[in-house]
Every structure is written in structure tokens, then in C-alpha cells.
């Protein structure tokens, strides 16, 4: 693989996201509307996405599927648990290239076997607080880097 050319069409396709994004949810206040939304417009963009969603989290330390596409997804996660609660736990986005490698204790939470490689990132509202993770698969190894974290954050911070 040419990683130049790919690193950049990575970035031209979070470029043509961003600007969908924009100009879609530009005045749009529904925190679903806008998962709901990111969903699609991400799926459509990356190719090596196979699942995308929204974990929403309450008040008990738990995450609740939201908004996503892709396969049927596990409904309730426990904060601590597999990637998604992990990362609800520490609210810092972690990227996993091999979900068929984490150590014990740090499991991947298989909704789907086909899923290879993985990113959760945070969310938070205007007063700071989690509100959700995203969750997106691949079914390729070590689909997600610096580039995917650093787009998706910005993304997310149309919730703030
Ligand atoms: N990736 C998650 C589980 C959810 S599904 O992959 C949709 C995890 O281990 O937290």
C-alpha cells in the first residue's frame, strides 16, 4: 500500500465530512438527530468503516445503545467494560488495532465477530460532561490512527 496516498485520502475523506457535517447540522439543536446524522455522514465518507454508533450514557455508570449503523448491536454495556465502557470510564479516546489481541481485563466486547479493529472516542456536552462514546469498527486491522482520532474529536465537539 502506498501510505502516503492513503494517509491522504483519509484526510480529504474527514475534510468532505467536516463540511457535510456543517453544513447539515449547522442549526440543528437534537442530540439525536446530530448521532443519527454523524452516522450516515462518517459511513459514507470512510470506506473502512463497518459499524458506527453512540453508546449514550446515564446516570448509573452505564452505556445504552444509541443511534448507529451497521450489524444488531449489544444494547447495554457496563462503564469498565470492553472497549466502549473502558473508555466511558477513562473519557479518553483509545484506538485498538487488533481486538483479537487486548489483554485480560481490557476485552473487546464481541456484538459482532467480523470486527478487527476498533476506535471509541468520548463525548461531552457544553458543561463537560460524558454524554456518550462513539464506537466504530473495522473489519481490517489497525484501520484507525492519530488522523482518525483527531478528526473524530473536532466532529464531537459539535455536542460542546
Ligand atoms: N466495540 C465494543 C462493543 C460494541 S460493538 O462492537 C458494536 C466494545 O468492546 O466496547
Known amino acids: 500500500m502506498n501510505t502516503t496516498l492513503y494517509i491522504d485520502q483519509k484526510t480529504t475523506n474527514y475534510k468532505l465530512a467536516q463540511k457535510q457535517l456543517t453544513a447539515l447540522l449547522a442549526n440543528e439543536t437534537d442530540v439525536i438527530l446530530k448521532m443519527a446524522t454523524i452516522n450516515a455522514v ?32 449489544c444494547m447495554h454495556i457496563d462503564y469498565g467494560k470492553g472497549v466502549c465502557g473502558s473508555v466511558a470510564s477513562s473519557e479518553k479516546t483509545k484506538i485498538v488495532k487488533d481486538v483479537t489481541t487486548l489483554a485480560e481485563g481490557e476485552e473487546h466486547i464481541t456484538c459482532d465477530p467480523n470486527s478487527r479493529s476498533e476506535i471509541v472516542v468520548p463525548v461531552f456536552n457544553k458543561q463537560q460532561q ?15 490512527d492519530e488522523i482518525d482520532q483527531n478528526f473524530l474529536e473536532k466532529i464531537l465537539s459539535i455536542f460542546q
Do not use: C, H, M, R
Open 130 to 144: 460524558l454524554i456518550a462514546v462513539l464506537d466504530i469498527d473495522s473489519e481490517e486491522f489497525s484501520a484507525f
Open 42 to 73: 462518517l459511513k459514507q465518507n470512510l470506506p473502512y468503516i463497518y459499524w458506527v454508533g453512540f453508546y449514550i450514557s446515564n446516570q448509573n455508570k452505564k452505556l445504552s445503545v444509541g443511534p448507529y449503523q451497521g450489524t444488531v448491536a
